[in-house]
């Protein structure tokens, strides 16, 4: 018998499945939307052998044409007598948004599936005509019921997907049941091996969003490349689509443009816009958009600026611009596990802004959508990035078509923001045809999407073989890049830092240099002398080496060393010192600041005193 895709294990089917049920990017801003939230306590049931969702001839039982088993028909026994080995509502809860590991001691290393149950009632204020069930992200993997009835899955673990519910909610007693599994897969993005913690579960938020029968589905709001009086306003309806009348307006600009929607939905107004005040870190100013076809309308509040790179040099409006980066990944130390919420950012971001910091690179996933609205408030320049990281399987087509999903639907949801201002489409893969084939084509994508931000990836750097202290950047896939971003660790990975200030450097493209990654561990309050691993000393003194070689290199326009905070990582098992952390952290997992927080922050104030 053929196997239906219904039927065949999450890692058989590899992505196709989930590309076959994803139609389109999921609808934007939902935050802005009438909606109701179904964050809160969800009951949770762990299944590591995935007893709810396979029968004992493990076929699954959501794929028979008559389920009579299976935990997403969420039942109770039906009398005393009724055999049902499960029951959510005497299972414990969890927090969503939430990852399980940091909410149970018994599931801080768990791989494998949890189920999530939440019981709602559905009394809209006022009924809408359209009604979708949104999720800002589950990783890595979702199926998702509601009612006994399967609505889909969805794959990939930091974007956002929905499923319209229109005529499914009822008023009363609905079920909604998610299954997340995390387990790790050598065909999936990201692959097995990875430097950060795999935080399994609902962790972002989880909401009902009401529209009316056609609705702005998708809108990018942007100067028109190369232009700081053009703002192209693109809107996508969703319904009858056709010849609808749709309008953009900035009213404290005084702007509006109004236009028809093509058979597609479609639309592209032009605005012209001589006096617009432009968004940079000094001034983040954001206006207020509304976008507003026949019956539906939303609000944004977007900036405008342009990037490019003239040469070897970034401009930021115009004006040459030095990046001063740090790294950082989705995690809040302080409270553990992954962040999600505009105070989760704000903690963060408020360290990179005591640093001096006017860039951060969001390794090496996708994060939350706060991060990106709350750096355009602040004025923060961003570096987005996918899971594209280190071993992926670059002749898999549906790694790729994952991949391509992951990345268009990050543009999709932040290219009206200000902030973003790199798309990069990789970490540290190693150089081969498959490899640069498969990165040309996400490259590819992204300015399919959007061709007014740079595109880059982190790529690696290389020795000459005669001289080590001669290093070579000529990937051969730089030549696809806007900027030359590469990561190196002279120091710490290779050799001590006496051999910093002996490096030379040699490019093999004339481009912007954004150092992408550089550091070294140390344990906050751990003290020893400058060649003392693990010490705030040797952290601090490679530092300072590493800062004054970068700055012989002609063409060096800008840093994200590695990285802001610890962060969580099952690599790091050293006792005493990591204990599960990468302690590359200018802060530690503590909250409190190390000697080389200081030594940056100095010299990117003294960038900043250059007006740099
Ligand atoms: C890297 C990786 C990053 C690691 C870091 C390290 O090059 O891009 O994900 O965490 O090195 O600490 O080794």
Known sequence: MTPTLARLPAAVLGVAFAAALRAQPPLLNPSARQGFDLNGKWNVIVDPYDTGYFDYRHEPYDAAPNPKGGFFLDRKPADKSELLEYNFDESPTFDVPGDWNSQSDKLFYYEGSVWYRRHFDYAPAAPSDRLFLYFGAANCEAEVYLNGTKLGRHIGGFTPFEFEVTGKVLPRGNSLVVRVDNRRHQEAVPTVNTDWWNYGGLTRDVRLVETPGTFVRDYSIQLRKGRTDLIDARVQLDGTLSHQHVAVSIPEAGLAAEGDTDLAGAVTLAIPAPQLKLWSPEHPQLYAVRVSSANDQ??????????????????????????????????????????????????????????????????????????????????????????????????????????KAQLTDLIVRDRSRASVIV?????????????????????????????????????????????????????????????????????????????????????????????????GDALQGFHGDALTRFSEEYQADLYTKTLAMLQRIPQWRGATPWILVDFRSPKRVLPHVQDGWNRKGLVGSNGQKKQAFFVLKKFYDEKAAEGR
Do not use: Q
């Open 298 to 403: 939303v609000s944004d509040r977007v900036g405008f600026r342009t990037i490019e790179v003239r040469g070897e040099d970034i401009l930021l409006n115009g004006k040459p611009v030095f990046l001063r980066g740090v790294c950082l990944h989705e995690e809040n130390p302080l409270r553990g596990g992954r962040s999600h919420s505009p105070e989760d950012a704000r903690l963060v971001l408020g360290w990179a802004r005591e640093l001096n910091c006017n860039f951060i690179r969001l390794a090496h996933y996708p994060h939350n959508e706060n991060m990106a609205r709350i750096a355009d408030e602040m004025g923060i320049m961003l570096w987005e990035e996918i899971p594209v990281y280190w071993t992926i399987s670059w002749d898999n087509p549906d790694t790729l078509e994952n991949a």
């Open 423 to 519: 798309w990069s489409v990789a970490n540290e893969t190693p150089v081969s045809e498959p490899r640069t084939r498969f990165l040309k084509t996400l490259v590819d994508t992204a300015r399919g999407l959007d061709d007014t931000r740079l595109v880059s990836a982190a790529m690696e750097v290389r020795a000459d073989p005669s001289d080590p202290s001669h290093k070579i950047v000529d990937d051969p896939f730089g030549a696809y890049t806007d900027i030359l971003s590469f990561n190196e660790y002279v120091g710490w990975y290779d050799g001590l830092p006496d051999k910093v200030p002996t490096i030379r450097w040699s490019f093999a493209y004339d481009r912007p240099v954004v150092i992408s990654e550089f550091g």
